[in-house]
């Protein structure tokens, strides 16, 4: 059964940071490109950060870049999502995913399995 698991999230002031952890079971994340989306309340899911199978390759969406890392550790099946200079508007809940790179879909990630998310509450 494969199931990621995101935790990480929480309450934090504007400015802050915080680091989410997506553990991977049941797959290898070697074999995969993964990518962390988020959902505010009454908006769209939206794509946040692609991070290749490899962690060669990497892709932001413009309101997080130079603020948010991806990154991963194959060794411990875990990737990461560094977040520093916190916005209110970054507040969401957070979900990571994995799957396969798509260049000519909306998000760079074609998604095979999704976390259940984690909530980040940014505090102004």
């Known amino acids: 059964q494969v199931q990621l698991v995101e935790s990480g999230g929480g309450l934090v002031q504007a400015g802050g940071s915080l680091r989410l952890s997506c553990v991977l079971s049941?797959?290898?994340?070697?074999?995969?490109?993964m990518g962390w989306f988020r959902q505010a309340p009454g908006k769209e899911r939206e794509f946040v950060a692609f991070?290749?199978?490899?962690?060669?390759?990497?892709s932001y969406v413009d309101s997080v870049k130079g603020r948010f890392t991806v990154t991963r550790d194959n060794a411990k099946n875990t990737a990461y999502l560094q977040m520093n200079s916190l916005k209110p508007e970054d507040t969401a809940v957070y979900s990571c995913a994995i799957g396969v790179p798509c260049y000519s879909c909306k998000d760079p990630l074609r998604v095979d399995y999704w976390g259940q998310g984690t909530q980040v509450t940014v505090s102004s």
């Open positions: 049941g797959r290898t994340l070697n074999s995969y490109s």
């Open positions: 991070n290749s199978w490899s962690g060669n390759r990497t």
